[in-house]
């Protein structure tokens, strides 16, 4: 039917996975990068279970909620894109140049930090990709991901 689902809240992965498989035209987006929790404390769960999702070329994931999901104080998430090195590594890792994008979650997002700091860090990230990615992470891939219709 040429539709998508966002995902959310993840636990496990085997429902993303098992779905991807059985439905295999259908678009999942995995919201605020699988719930990682704090960049510096990903599990082996997470990695195993985002890299079993990104095997499937229809699972896609939004880069959001780094900052809120920080082992830090309301609104004192750390500012250095270094910091959130290891999911953002991750994530680039499997789901490539094409099946990322970037998503604010703001206004939840003000309970890490304000929003000119999570900007900061995702166009840090998608520069130092190169290639264009950046253009593509802010809005092209979510063009290509949710199929949306252009509106003049």
Not at 15 to 30: E, H, M, N, Q, T
Request: net charge positive; glycine share 8%.
């Amino acid at each position: 039917l040429n539709l998508s689902v966002d995902v959310n809240g993840l636990k496990a992965f085997e429902p993303v996975v098992s779905l991807a498989r059985k439905v295999s035209g259908l678009r999942i987006v995995i919201n605020h990068c699988g719930n990682c929790g704090d960049a510096q404390k990903i599990t082996t769960l997470w990695k195993e279970g985002m890299a079993a999702s990104a095997k499937h070329s229809n699972v896609s994931c939004k880069i959001s909620a780094l900052m809120e999901m920080t082992a830090t104080p309301p609104g004192q998430a750390p500012t250095d894109t270094a910091y959130y090195q290891p999911v953002l590594d991750h994530l680039w890792q499997h789901f490539g140049p094409e099946r990322l994008m970037y998503a604010s979650n703001w206004p939840v997002s003000d309970k890490g930090a304000a929003y000119d700091v999570i900007v900061k860090v995702a166009g840090e990230f998608a520069s130092s990709k190169g290639d264009g990615f950046a253009e593509k992470f802010f809005w092209k891939n979510s063009l290509a991901i949710y199929q949306w219709i252009e509106r003049k």
